[in-house]
C-alpha cells in the first residue's frame, strides 16, 4: 500500500474518532443511526405538525 | 472495455460538470444553513429552509446521482478502472458515502422547511440551522476533487494481479 494511501486512511480514521467525541461529549442525537431510523428529531430542532405538512412540495 | 475516445470525451465532460456543479450547490446549501443559523430574523431563517430544501432535492441530488453514475463510467470505460488504483477506489468510497448521507439527511432537510412554511415564529427560529452537513460534505467533496486531478500513484492488490497477468500474457505482435 502506498504511503500517501496510509497516510490518508490515518487521517480519515483520527477525523472519524474526533467526530465520534465531538458527539459523545456535546450529547448530540446525531449519528448513522440517525439517519437509518424512519422517525427522529436528532439536531434538527421542530416542533409537531400536522403529517401533510411534512415533506417535500413544489412550491409553484 | 475501454470506450471510443468521443464517448469518452462526453463521459468525461459530463462528470466535470457533474461534479463541480454539486461542490457549487453545496457552498449554496452551506450559504443558507450558515443563514439560517446566525440571523435572529424570522423571515430569513424561513427563506433560508426553504431555499434548502430547494436546492437540496432539486439541484445537489440530482447532481450527485449524475456525479456518481458519470464517475461510474468513467472508471469503467477507460484504463483506471474501478478498483484497479487506491485513488480512484477511495474517490469512489467518498463519493457513494457522501450520496448516501445526503439521500438519508434531506427528509429532515424537508422536514425543517415544513416548519419553515408553516410553523410559528418561536418554533421557526427554533430551527437553528444546518452547517456540519454540508461543510463536512464540502470537505469530502473536494477530497475526491484534488484525487481526480492529482491521480496518485498506487495499484490496489486486484490491480497489481491484473497488470502481472496482462505482463505475462501472450502478445500479437505485429504480422
Known sequence: MPRWV???LIIA???VVLMVAVMLVSGS??????HLSSVWTGSIRYVALPSSSVGWRPLW | MVMAAGLRRAALAMHLITSVGWIGAAGAYLAAGVAARVSDRVPTVRAAWIAME???WLVIVPLGCLAFLTGVVMSVG???GLIRHYWVLIALVLTSLALVVLIL???SVSAGAAV???GDDRAVLQLGGDIAHPALGLVVLVVVAVLNLYKPRGLTRYGQRQHAAAEASPRLGPG
Open chain 1, 13 to 15: 480514521a483520527a477525523l
Open chain 1, 29 to 34: 442525537q446525531h449519528g448513522p443511526g440517525r
Open chain 2, 105 to 107: 439527511h434531506m427528509p
Open chain 1, 6 to 8: 496510509k497516510v490518508f
Open chain 2, 116 to 118: 419553515a412554511r408553516t
Open chain 2, 78 to 80: 477507460t484504463r483506471w
Open chain 2, 54 to 56: 430547494l436546492i437540496g
